[in-house]
């Protein structure tokens, strides 16, 4: 049996959490080692395992693989969520690549201070709402399939699901007058392998809170 893979990051979110979502969707069992001190970080660093002495870092089939974009491309290949030929690879790109420059907002979020916190969460909002959410629900209404592309699950549909509940927790009304996705986040969701994952005691992470924030401006001297 080969080993599962191990996920070097520390116990939040941030960058390794589209990468939880993906394995999980595949039915992959993985294991996490947390990063929880500046020590630990050293570790790694010291023994060579982080090619930019950065993390998210995963060990898997014999590799200690880093930057996120590439992980998701190697799991998405590996577990048959990358489209089946060039053209359905690049827009699975294209659509992904945009879900990441949402979701980087949401990840920088927490990081900002009270005094900049309103006009960011203004900023995701608008975006959101008014270039993100209307440019996906397009691509669904244009082919009317079931999933983003290829009418197959993709790695798209999951971090595009994974996306939509962030924008759900931060205003679940954002979601109003797309019901295409509604309708793509309700059958993602209730795919065996994604509906495990969102229960409660699964590897699936919290909002980031300040405990938790406290600790990784530490360990990544942020």
Do not use: C
């Not at 489209?83 to 945009?98: C, F, N, S």
């Not at 949401?106 to 009270?114: E, Q, R, T, V, Y």
Request: charged share 30%; proline share 5%.
């Amino acid at each position: 049996m080969a080993e599962k893979p191990v996920l070097h990051y520390f116990n939040a979110r941030g960058k390794m959490e589209s990468i939880r979502w993906l394995l999980a969707a595949a039915g992959v069992e993985f294991e996490e080692e947390f990063i929880a001190s500046p020590e630990d970080m050293a570790k790694l660093k010291t023994e060579g395992s982080v090619m930019f002495q950065q993390v998210p870092m995963v060990e898997m089939d014999g590799m200690k693989l880093v930057q996120s974009r590439a992980i998701l491309n190697y799991i998405a290949t590996k577990y048959n969520l990358y489209g089946q030929d060039a053209k359905e690879r690049v827009l699975i790109d294209m659509y992904t690549e945009g879900m990441t420059d949402l979701n980087e907002m949401f990840i920088l979020l927490p990081m900002a201070s009270k005094e900049e916190k309103p006009d960011k969460i203004a900023t995701i909002k608008d975006k959101t709402k008014n270039r993100y959410l209307p440019a996906f629900e397009k691509v669904l209404k244009s082919h009317g399939q079931d999933y983003l592309v290829g009418n197959r699950l993709s790695r798209a549909d999951i971090l595009m699901v994974e996306l939509l509940y962030y924008i759900e927790e931060l205003d679940a009304s954002l979601l109003d007058g797309f019901p295409l996705l509604q309708a793509l986040k309700t059958r993602i969701s209730n795919l065996p392998n994604v509906k495990k994952f969102l229960q409660p005691g699964s590897q699936r992470k919290p909002p980031l809170d300040e405990k938790v924030l406290e600790e990784a401006r530490k360990t990544f001297k942020l």
